[in-house]
Nanobody, 121 residues
Framework: QVQLVESGGGLVQPGGSLRLSCAAS????????IGWFRQAPGKEREGVSS????????YYAEFVKGRFTISRDNAKNTVYLQMNSLKPEDTAVYYC??????????????WGQGTQVTVSS
């Protein structure tokens, strides 16, 4: 049973921090690059960050660069997204996806169910 499950979302004030987790089961995560995507109500899904299968290469969208950090722990079959200095415009459902890299972007083979992040005072 192939599964990819996000967790760690919630409600935070502007300037606060959250760490999202993406845990895989039913397949070996270390064979895949991982991407984080987000979708706000009424907007298109957009790429946030990605990491190569080994963790040696990372990529960030300009709107999160310097604030978010992607990492992976292949021994735990888990990828993380540390989000600092959060802004109200970061409010969205965040999804992780596993697949190959095409340039800096992940081409998804598997999607998680998403986790809600809300940034509000």
């Amino acid at each position: 049973q192939v599964q990819l499950v996000e967790s760690g979302g919630g409600l935070v004030q502007p300037g606060g921090s959250l760490r999202l987790s993406c845990a895989a089961s039913g397949f070996t995560l270390d064979n895949y690059a991982i991407g984080w995507f987000r979708q706000a109500p009424g907007k298109e899904r957009e790429g946030v960050s990605s990491i190569s299968s080994s963790g040696s290469s990372t990529y960030y969208a300009e709107f999160v660069k310097g604030r978010f950090t992607i990492s992976r722990d292949n021994a735990k079959n888990t990828v993380y997204l540390q989000m600092n200095s959060l802004k109200p415009e970061d409010t969205a459902v965040y999804y992780c996806a596993a697949g190959p890299l095409l340039g800096s972007s992940v081409v998804p083979d598997y999607w998680g169910q998403g986790t809600q992040v809300t940034v509000s005072s």
